[in-house]
């Protein structure tokens, strides 16, 4: 049985558009770990890698995880109330990575 795959849409804030061949979108293929399971947020960033490894390295730590300082968005919700970097990703998801604000 094939694992999984979702196209996955990466909009950027321009700040990081550099790290991106100077492109605020990328486009790429997530696939889950599994056969049966779903792609996941952790899945995009480990393709983004693989494809503009400069970038995910200003979305995630040394230790995988999503910097502090970044808000990732999956389809209008924040990944973080999502499950993270283990939140699935519809058919199609949309992602915003963005600077974090923080609450006054």
Same mark, same amino acid.
């Given at each position: 049985?094939?694992r999984?795959?979702? %196209?996955? &849409?990466?909009? @950027?804030? *321009?700040?990081?558009? +550099?790290?991106?061949?100077?492109?605020?979108?990328? &486009? @790429?293929?997530a696939v889950?770990? #599994?056969? !049966? /399971?779903? +792609?996941? @947020? !952790?899945?995009? %960033?480990?393709?983004?890698? #693989?494809?503009?490894? *400069?970038l995910?390295r &200003?979305?995630?730590?040394?230790? /995988?995880?999503? #910097?502090r300082?970044? $808000?990732?968005?999956?389809? !209008?919700?924040?990944?973080?109330? %999502?499950? /993270?970097?283990?939140? =699935?990703?519809?058919?199609? =998801?949309?992602?915003?990575? @963005?600077?974090?604000? $923080? &609450?006054?």
């Amino acid at each position: 049985m094939a694992r999984p795959v979702t %196209l996955v &849409r990466f909009v @950027l804030p *321009s700040a990081l558009g +550099p790290w991106a061949g100077d492109m605020v979108e990328v &486009r @790429l293929f997530a696939v889950a770990d #599994r056969d !049966g /399971g779903h +792609p996941t @947020l !952790g899945a995009a %960033l480990d393709r983004l890698r #693989r494809t503009h490894p *400069s970038l995910e390295r &200003r979305i995630r730590d040394d230790h /995988g995880d999503v #910097r502090r300082h970044i $808000s990732v968005f999956v389809c !209008g919700e924040n990944a973080r109330e %999502l499950g /993270g970097l283990d939140c =699935a990703l519809p058919p199609a =998801a949309e992602i915003y990575v @963005l600077p974090a604000l $923080s &609450r006054i």
